[in-house]
Every structure is written in structure tokens, then in C-alpha cells.
């Protein structure tokens, strides 16, 4: 008898802290966290007929952190094409912005990412990529419920930014639990060769994926080794057979983006007048791309 009650014990635990999480997500989703499937904003419905899907992968400015989830890349873009779209007398075509990106994440991760996200079933994938800025964990190195489910929990990450301190022993807690199943960080090799490497095999992978095609964005480079990986990345394009499904966006000349007034706290993160300038600049060639099918 005793087996069966801490069974069921154990049981109502674990139904209440899923509760619990669901509820964590309600809270934080559309601010700045990640939603249960790991990405940021609601969670897409099933794709209707007469949408027009386009998803974002990427690194840290494709995220836009301390950005909500309504003002990044992904939904920037969305309200720009819309507005393109949206006439009088056309069939309203439904365009959603997803944002797949990940803070830190560097081109090794892309394709993990647009094959795990492929039931989405996106017309245009973006890939906006910080010319190897980068390199911290990624979902599944940081959390063992979402590399073994694909869940994200954000209980642990609330409760322990609570000010009540059992509250914030018991989040330390839940996150070291789900850190010990997470899996081994993968290497990070920024040779600009392989980078090179990395990002053309993401791009050719968002090809086959995507419908109507690719949008490559490149961060500005304000590092040397920005710019190695920038000319080494130029260098691959020039060499490779240009496609019709894909566009390259060099947002070296925005100048919003170099403007230190548009970064968060004068660092790397940009603050929402750079988020909307690098969009604007990248809805165009996303415009070309649906121009059939809007």
C-alpha cells in the first residue's frame, strides 16, 4: 500500500508541476521566453490553405532578445509583407512570421533546427546569421526534457527569478534536474572555411525545405573575424551556381545598425529601431520570392 501511495504521490507531483509550467508559458511566452515547442511567440496553428508560412532561423539578432516576441525579425517582416500583400480587390493571402532563432546559435545548428521545425511547412525559411557570433548552449544542451521531448519547460527559469527564496531554491533545483539529461554541447569550430561550409549546407538544406525559397541575412561585420567569415561566406556564393529560390541580404548598409543609440545598454543586442531596419531591409527580397503566389 505504501508503494502505491508514493506512486500516486508521485504522480500528482508530476501532473501539478505541468500544470504549473503550462501556466509559466502563458506568462512569459509573448514577453521574451520561448514557447513549450522552443520558439518564440504562440504556437503556430496547423498551416491553412491559404497561408504563406515563412520562418526564421539564426542566432542572437535573429532572436531579438529583450525584444518581445511581437517585435522581432520573424513578426517585423511579417507586418511589412502584409502590409505589401493586403490590396484591394487580391485574395487576401495570410503571410505568418514564425522566429525559430536561438541566442548564440551558430550555422552547425541551422539544419538541426529547419529539419526538427519541417512540419511547419514553410514557403520562405530566412536565414539570418551573425557571421559566427555565437557559441553558447543551444535548446537540447541546456534542458534534457526538451532534447528527449521536444517540450521546453520555463518553470524552473520562473521560479527562480521569484524573490521568495524557497521559490528560487526550488527553480535552482528543477533546472539542475533538467541540465543532468540535456545532452553533451556540441564543438564549435570557427575556421571561416567551415563556417563557409556550415552555412552553405544550411542554405542548401532550407532550399529543399522551403517552397518558394531562402533569404540568406548577414549581420554587419564588426569584428575581424566577422569579416573572415563574411568573405570566405561571399567567396562560396561566387562559386556556386546562382539559384532563383535564393536572395542575399548584406545588411552591411543599414545604417541603423551601426548606430550605437540602437543597441540595447550600447552592446551587441540591437533595441527595436534596429530590429525594424534590418526587416525592412529583408522583407523585399522575401516580397520577390511569394511574388507568385501572393
Sequence with gaps: MRAVAAIEALMLLLVGLAAADLYAHKRTDMVAGRNIRGYRGAVAHRKDANEIRFVVVGGTRAFAPGMPATWTPATVVQQQVMLAIDRPGRTVRHFIGVDLAQPSALPASYVPTIDHFAYLRPDVICVYDDLGVGGGPL?????GLYAMTGYLPSLPLVLSEKHNGLLRLAGAALGRVDRAFALAPRPRDTDPRSYAADMAYAIQ?????????VVVALSPAETEMQSRN??????????????????????SGVRELMDPVNRLDGGWNYGGDAVAAASRAIAPAVLELIKGQA
Design 139 to 143: 535548446l537540447d544542451e541546456s534542458s
Design 205 to 213: 538544406v532550407a532550399a529543399l525545405n522551403a517552397r518558394a525559397g
Design 230 to 251: 563574411r568573405a570566405e561566406l561571399l567567396h562560396e556564393f561566387a562559386r556556386r551556381s546562382a539559384s532563383p529560390k535564393i536572395r542575399l541580404v548584406d545588411l
